[in-house]
DNA sequence: CTGAAAGCGCTTACAG
DNA sequence: CTGAAAGCGCTTACAG
């Protein structure tokens, strides 16, 4: 392997010299420089990425804009535990990395913790479009300092985002409807039950709906979808006489919940003993570990939230430092989770 | 952070001093020593890696020693991948692989790969363990010189590798049986379908079979299992007789076969048009990706053979380069794969 | 037992 | 437009 002394030596110039070319810095003669990349080119020089790191002894900011976290049982607890181990493997590189959390159900404080981030210095941000329009004006404010950034979790279409690294939504919708046809019979009944307090993410929990019911209508089979939201109330009564009336339809075997908050529907059919319905969900946290384990959820369909923060995060890390180029949309794998796999993730 | 020159000044003695004491070289009194460390702990010095690296200007080779490859159908195909990307990912290390094929079903041609890898001084070794006797005596070699190794796809107890890299082959089974238990009814039959020729993986096959009958067994459910060898011949006829016969069994609607082979059914199933029969196998090769886009093939297991390849190798690295100590077992995730997701991998 | 100096392959002022 | 030199934080002979 050559080294940037072996280039200037054979092109008879200085090192800075070639320094400047590989960098496309000013301050060469349009010969000098052609005959430098000729010579790259030919011995297929490429930069030692240690000595440059060490050379530049620069240090590195990311910042990060996604919900509070209250418990471990929260969906963004498992994103951030992957920021922080690419953050700590990325530790020789002299990276940090700076939180900007926000109440999920709250623009305001969307904006507010948005607007704090850009109040400070970054090399780029990593974040979670929730609220789409609040997320727009401000991208164009990091386009224009030269920001980059990348998404999680939540795809935002028309962004200059150098990536989009989260779960194709619709198409895991139909996965969990492929294998709702599986647990149902012939002429049984499936219910979809929204929560109010998800629809906030509208985009990612509507497609996974849409490939639901798209997945029942493309094979044209026998069964009958209903679709029910519950109440957005603390009061555990309202909550239960609302399910208690809804399954009341004795056709009703399966149940598919596209949030993790399948585990109110779990606790329910636990408690009132009502293991014969089949239910689907979404996300492992600890509560709904405990429900797959002993198979009142049938399915989980995981959205590998601990990688798409360690993902996220070393995609901007390489961007920044090593000048790689990721994908615009790496979409991760549609893990399907059993009592059979969950130990394996 | 603080650096080595740091440390030296804080301890009153040169840097070359520091560095002995970090990396336990001797020749440093056991006083200043004793001191030096006190500071480092104190500071919580850290080396610099990017330092280390260029100023020990190494080069690192690692032997790989995995099955070889005939087509792009061939599951080590995938691993090879990932090593190679791994290995690329690792360029900046001067970091290079050296492969030893050997022939699958023959454990001479093992024995004169591995005995060729050990003529050749490495860094570290990635190997497949295909064969128990071979390669146990070829590992106390490898102790002896201190060259650490990893397994990947076949695990092998009590071998001082520094990990293991692959599937938990009995839960991968037990996975296979819930899904089959899902698409055959009561009263059924459902067939586990050997490939003689896989024999040779004794363990990893006999344990997902081991795996699928538990379930069966553990949930008593009524459906009758059987088990068939395909016979090891190239005639098609044949093997196509023996497939006709095994199936004049009108009760059998599941087939499960325990091995990336599972397309040999697949192509039986399509050209005879029995598409009411459900299939389970192994393995997303070029091939089952077709059978399992027209459903031929109802699941796939698969069992992340580029991961295998791409973490096998950068664990070497990781553990040469950076002294980083992985987990013994690294058991991959048991990924089902089916129409809906086979997209996203 | 300890230190001073050269070197790893870059980048960055600074001088000309 | 170009070069010489110092420096990033380590390791490694070599001298004493």
């Known amino acids: 392997m050559k080294t940037i002394k072996d280039i200037a030596a054979l092109a008879n110039v200085s090192i800075g010299t070639v320094d400047r070319v590989i960098h496309n810095r000013p301050g060469v003669s349009k010969k000098t420089k052609e005959r430098i990349?000729?010579?790259?080119?030919?011995?297929?020089?490429?930069?030692?990425?240690?000595?440059?790191?060490?050379?530049?002894?620069?240090?590195?900011?990311?910042?990060?804009?996604?919900?509070?976290?209250?418990?471990?049982?929260?969906?963004?607890?498992?994103?951030?535990?992957g920021i922080e181990k690419a953050s700590k493997e990325n530790e020789i590189y002299k990276t940090s990395v700076s939180y900007f959390h926000f109440n999920l159900f709250d623009s305001n404080s969307f904006k507010e913790a948005f607007d704090k981030l850009l109040e400070n210095s970054f090399d780029a941000v990593l974040l979670a479009p929730v609220f789409l329009i609040e997320t727009q004006k401000r991208l164009i404010e990091?386009?224009?300092?030269?920001?980059?950034?990348?998404?999680?979790?939540?795809?935002?279409?028309?962004?200059?985002?150098?990536?989009?690294?989260?779960?194709?939504?619709?198409?895991?919708?139909?996965?969990?409807?492929?294998?709702?046809?599986?647990?149902?019979?012939?002429?049984?009944?499936?219910?979809?039950?929204?929560?109010?307090?998800?629809?906030?993410?509208?985009?990612?929990?509507?497609?996974?709906?849409?490939?639901?019911?798209?997945?029942?209508?493309?094979?044209?089979?026998?069964?009958?979808?209903?679709?029910?939201?519950l109440p957005n109330t603390k009061d555990q009564i309202a909550i239960d006489t609302f399910i208690y009336k809804t399954l009341s339809n004795q056709r009703i075997k399966g149940l598919f919940v596209p949030s993790s908050k399948v585990s109110i529907m779990a606790k329910y059919i636990e408690k009132h003993k009502l293991k014969h319905l089949k239910l689907i969900g979404y996300d492992?946290?600890?509560?709904n570990a405990v429900f797959i384990k002993n198979e009142t959820i049938d399915f989980l369909i995981d959205q590998n939230a601990f990688f798409q923060g360690y993902e996220g995060t070393k995609t901007l890390f390489n961007f920044i430092i090593n000048d790689i180029v990721p994908e615009k949309n790496k979409y991760l794998p549609i893990k399907l989770l059993t009592k059979e796999n969950i130990k394996y993730l």
Chains 1, 2 share one sequence.
């Not at 990349?37 to 030692?48: G, K, R, T, V, Y």
């Open 37 to 81: 990349e000729e010579i790259i080119q030919e011995h297929n020089f490429q930069i030692n990425k240690t000595a440059r790191t060490l050379a530049l002894n620069k240090k590195y900011d990311i910042a990060v804009l996604i919900p509070a976290i209250e418990s471990s049982s929260d969906f963004w607890y498992l994103p951030k535990k």
């Open 142 to 229: 990091l386009e224009q300092r030269k920001i980059p950034y990348v998404f999680i979790n939540i795809e935002l279409q028309g962004a200059s985002n150098i990536s989009y690294i989260g779960q194709h939504s619709f198409d895991s919708g139909a996965l969990a409807a492929k294998l709702m046809s599986l647990l149902v019979h012939r002429e049984e009944e499936v219910i979809i039950v929204k929560v109010r307090k998800d629809n906030i993410h509208h985009s990612a929990i509507e497609d996974r709906i849409s490939g639901f019911k798209s997945y029942f209508n493309t094979k044209a089979l026998p069964i009958k979808i209903h679709e029910v939201i």
């Open 284 to 287: 492992l946290n600890e509560e």
